[in-house]
């Protein structure tokens, strides 16, 4: 007599099809998750540093909005007396335009582009001269390059634009705020406004609204504060 011969059935078939399904679906979910996580965290992190980057900049230049040099006073020889609106006011803010104007000093590794050259003793003189129609310095002066920066939020492109070229992209929002003074001989900030009184700047809060063109994130806000070191009126 022949052994019975011995196997999986049918309902063993089912349950052992059914939970390899169960694992298979459950190991999708979780891949799906993680790489979901990662894309999420990369484009943060690429926010981030977009914002950094920009927001570094703009920064720096309003440290050094208004340093026209040693003196107090700048004769102004330039085209037009373009000069004298820069020197009047350093740091302006449109908001409806939301343009953001910054007339500074350009750093030394600026390169040779700038608006103006002012040229002083630092003691007696200065003289504002336009890029290019400036005489040659006379012993003793040293020469400052000015720049005006631009920054301006084109919302139809969703672009941050920097004297009228792209800088960043995929920008929902740019908007600056003026930390104000009570009164013209008050140290401390008594209040944040867009509208403020040159002579009673501060600080300027600089806030940069982020989107992510896949969705893979949500928009993020990076705001930054930096003290006004020179006179803005």
Not at 54 to 69: D, N, S, T, W, Y
Not at 123 to 133: P, Q
Not at 178 to 197: H, M, N
């Amino acid at each position: 007599m022949k052994r019975a011969t011995r196997g999986f059935g049918l309902v063993e078939i089912m349950l052992a099809l059914l939970l390899g399904l169960v694992i298979s679906l459950a190991l999708a979910q979780i891949f799906i998750t993680s790489r979901s996580t990662f894309l999420s965290q990369a484009a943060s992190a690429s926010l981030q540093e977009d914002a950094r980057f920009v927001l570094a900049k703009m920064i720096q230049e309003v440290r050094l909005a208004g340093a026209f040099g040693c003196l107090a006073s700048v004769r102004d020889e330039s085209t037009g007396a373009a000069f004298s609106a820069a020197f009047r006011s350093p740091v302006q803010w449109d908001a409806p335009q939301s343009a953001l104007t910054l007339n500074t000093t350009a750093p030394a590794d600026s390169g040779s582009w700038h608006n103006w050259e002012i040229h002083t003793d630092c003691t007696s003189t200065a003289i504002a001269w336009t890029r290019g129609r400036a005489p040659k310095p006379a012993e003793g002066e040293h020469v400052l390059a000015i720049h005006q920066q631009v920054y301006r939020l084109n919302q139809g492109a969703g672009e941050l634009t920097l004297n009228g070229q792209p800088l960043i992209s995929n920008v929902g929002a740019f908007e600056v705020l003026f930390g104000v003074a009570s009164a013209a001989d008050a140290p401390g900030i008594a209040r944040y406004t867009a509208q403020p009184d040159p002579g009673l700047i501060r600080s300027v809060r600089l806030a940069l609204t982020l989107l992510d063109p896949a969705d893979r994130t949500r928009e993020q806000t990076f705001s930054v504060v930096a003290a006004i070191r020179n006179r803005t009126g």
